[in-house]
């Protein structure tokens, strides 16, 4: 996947360097957090979803999701993949990023 491709699923914080050093800091604490805590849940979702799956749960589900032009189909999966496929989701989807963007 291409860095491009990356910083897509990113949620970015710029801010530039000339920002008041306080206002910076509330950012990044607060970038911090909900970084913290989507890591947490998906954490959550992926070892609920290993323990579906080890536990033997079974079922089907389907799963079709479209997010911003892209689609998602799984067809009869278990509710264990499903719930690991989310906590990866939300991993990726709130991983920490704050930079600071260089004025024109």
Known sequence: MSRENREKFTLNC???????NS???????????????GLVLGLICVL????????????EMNWSLKV??????????APGAILFIVGLFLVIVTKFKFKHIQPK
Do not use: H, W
């Open 48 to 59: 609920g979803g290993i323990y579906l799956f080890i536990q033997g749960v079974a079922g």
């Open 14 to 20: 710029q801010v530039s360097p000339f920002t008041d």
């Open 23 to 37: 206002t910076q800091l509330a950012l990044a604490r607060y970038q911090l957090i909900y970084s913290t805590i």
């Open 68 to 77: 911003f032009g892209n689609e998602s189909v799984i067809a009869n999966a």
